[in-house]
């Protein structure tokens, strides 16, 4: 089973340059997230959707943009990469947006910004 | 505000030994909580979850968690660690109102010694 798909695994940028972190999930689920995950900080979402059309910013939102199109696709822009966006990111969904529901992860994209 | 902590940065136990992981939360109502593991290079995997009900949660691999309303917290145990438990364990908390999101902690890593 697919479940939740990231790519790329691992990516180096130059500072200045931008990229897009793809994320797919196969199981229909409505809510879908990006969460950036750094030493010592856990995890702080980026962006979330609760369906098609519809997205919200999170914690950590700047320097990011997302769009949802789709139900099963999720992806997160980087527009101008910078050094301080060097980290692991996580894509992941859930049946909705209730948080009562168990939350998929991807198995996360390395980024590094040089 | 809500938040999650775990006050262990690093544990290490021997193999064979008991293990409690602390998580203390931060919230106006009795959240949805949550235990996660991540092996290294991967994403996180759900070992348990409280909505309500028995305060005491099983979940996979054989841990178990204990919801204590009055210390706010959910403390994940697990009687005799194997060494391929070694991982880093994150708390979360659900929110059950409002903009439903998710609060992980800052993780506790767990070293095994042989």
């Known amino acids: 089973n697919a479940g939740v798909t990231q790519t790329p695994k691992f990516q180096v940028l130059k500072t200045g340059q931008s990229m897009t972190l793809q994320c797919a999930q196969d199981m229909n689920h409505e809510y879908m997230s990006w969460y950036r995950q750094d030493p010592g900080m856990g995890l702080r979402l980026i962006h979330y959707s609760v369906g098609a059309g519809i997205t919200d910013q999170g914690e950590v939102p700047n320097g990011y943009n997302v769009s949802r199109s789709t139900t099963e696709d999720f992806p997160l822009r980087l527009l101008s990469a910078a050094p301080s966006q060097t980290s692991v990111y996580f894509c992941?969904?859930?049946?909705?947006?209730?948080?009562?529901?168990?939350?998929?992860f991807g198995e996360g994209s390395w980024l590094t910004v040089v | 505000a809500q938040s999650v902590t775990q006050p262990d940065i690093h544990i290490t136990v021997s193999e064979g030994a008991s293990l409690e992981l602390r998580c203390n939360y931060s919230y106006g109502a009795t959240p949805y909580l949550f235990w996660y593991v991540q092996s290294p290079g991967q994403g996180l995997q759900l070992l348990l979850k409280?909505?309500?009900?028995?305060?005491l949660v099983q979940g996979i691999k054989g841990f178990e968690a204990e919801f204590k309303r009055s210390q706010s917290s959910f403390n994940l145990r697990k009687p005799s660690v194997h060494w391929s438990d070694a991982a880093e364990y994150f708390c979360a908390v659900g929110t059950t109102s409002g903009t439903y999101k998710y609060i992980f902690g800052t993780g506790t890593r767990l070293k095994v010694l042989a």
């Open positions: 992941a969904s859930s049946p909705s947006a209730n948080s009562g529901n168990t939350i998929y």
């Open positions: 409280y909505f309500s009900g028995d305060t």
